[in-house]
């Protein structure tokens, strides 16, 4: 796809009533359709055959994020004249669920950089620091991430969040350390929060954007996954880093308004990964079940293996009506209104929280399908299953979606 092609597209969204089946059941317009499948055709030819040497050796190939940039697939949110495609979160939404079919590793590093760091930027910052900024992450040559979970924090990232950020005339001094930083070790623009106001506790904090080459950032430890390898995930340290004043993001101990409106959006924009992910071990299991041959007949034939496929097939489908309602959502408000409160915190929440575990549901069929095959490490569908935990746990455990989704049923 050319940055040309995914512009005009996005430009000229149509919202006429699908014809299609696929689309009718989908709800995709046309040239939603479109994107879905040129991304699909596009992750299939270069970021799949990097997918094994990423897995096998925690490999990170650098010329990946040069090249989704000058395909127009970074700055999806973006204004053409920051070098972005002037679309919307829906269509982010799209392009990594047709990445997370055929590379998923990439696919969170893409939306770390895309959504986490980038869109907050662009919701978030003033004009100098989207001129400063905006166009490097569009392009690729700039590696984005989100630096916010600390050690010994987990769910209480705010309440326990120990990095402090002390201003010194035209600078500002911070210390303490971030972990599980998803593009850590290779990032050079990191949205950073740290307590500004230790004595307001959470409404102390403050949102930065550091750059790695800042005196006193340093990555302490790169760390190896069980499953999304390849995904660089790392712990970042701040000794003394020194941060301008004008990289400060808003207001001063207003931070954690970014930090819950981003954490709405980033679920609703990760729920896609699972949905790709299951797509793809539904069609390796159609394929297998096919080829497969047990007692002279393809295992296909078996009423136990079809009840398996249905299965599957009705927990796909269930997400990806889901996903796509919670998407547009987000959508919605992330261009009209505020995320963090109401019921955009519910619904994002309770969409990443029924993808996780439908795909986990779906990927533990596929592997019982597979048999022997699916329990080989080096085996696609081995790749995918070691991929379903982290989305129980990122963005917020399903523990922590349950008491979001019931806190507020529960309002008055």
């Known amino acids: 796809m050319s940055v040309t092609h995914l512009k005009s597209a996005s430009q000229t969204m149509t919202s006429h009533t699908p014809d299609s089946p696929a689309q009718l059941f989908t709800g995709l317009s046309d040239d939603e359709t479109v994107i879905l499948g040129t991304a699909d055709q596009f992750a299939r030819a270069e970021l799949y055959p990097l997918a094994v040497r990423m897995d096998t050796e925690e490999w990170w190939p650098a010329e990946a994020f040069p090249l989704l940039g000058r395909n127009g697939y970074f700055g999806i949110t973006a204004a053409p004249e920051l070098g972005g495609s002037g ?5 982010s939404g799209l392009i990594l669920q047709a990445f997370s079919r055929w590379n998923h590793a990439l696919a969170l590093s893409w939306v770390a950089h895309e959504n986490l760091c980038l869109h907050n930027i662009l919701r978030n910052g003033n004009a100098a620091q989207l001129a400063k900024y905006v166009p490097g992450l569009c392009s690729g040559k700039t590696v984005g991430a989100l630096g916010l979970t600390e050690p010994g924090a987990g769910s209480d990232a705010l309440g326990s969040m120990r990095t402090t950020a002390v201003r010194e005339g035209d600078h500002y001094r911070i210390n303490g350390s971030k972990i599980f930083i998803t593009n850590g070790p290779v990032a050079d623009v990191l949205l950073v929060y740290a307590k500004t106001d230790p004595h307001k506790g959470v409404h102390g904090i403050s949102a930065f954007i550091v750059e790695a080459s800042f005196p006193g950032f340093k990555v302490a430890q790169k760390l190896e996954k069980m499953g999304f390898r390849g995904s660089q995930t790392a712990e970042l340290v701040f000794e003394d880093c020194m941060v301008p004043v004008d990289n400060l993001v808003g207001v001063e101990n207003a931070g954690v308004k970014v930090v819950m409106g981003g954490l709405d959006l980033e679920r609703a924009m990760v729920a896609p990964i699972c949905l790709g992910i299951a797509e793809r071990a539904l ?9 497969r041959e047990q007692f002279r007949q393809p295992i296909a034939s078996f009423q136990l293996i079809q009840d398996k496929l249905a299965k599957m097939y009705v927990g796909v489908e269930s997400m990806r009506l889901f996903v796509y309602q919670a998407l547009r959502a987000a959508s919605s408000v992330a261009e009209n209104g505020d995320a963090g409160r109401g019921d955009i915190h519910k619904i994002t929440a309770a969409s990443i929280m029924f993808a ?3 795909m986990n549901q779906v990927l533990d069929e596929a592997v019982q399908l597979h048999g022997g095959y699916g329990y080989i490490w080096e085996s696609e569908i081995n790749r995918l299953y070691r991929a379903i935990k982290l989305l129980e746990i990122g963005a917020g455990t399903t523990e922590v979606r349950k008491l979001i ?3 507020e049923l529960l309002k008055g």
């Open 283 to 291: 069609e390796l299991s159609i394929e297998y079940a096919r080829t």
């Open 405 to 407: 989704i019931s806190g």
């Open 356 to 358: 996780s575990q439908t």
């Open 87 to 91: 679309a919307d979160l829906f269509t």
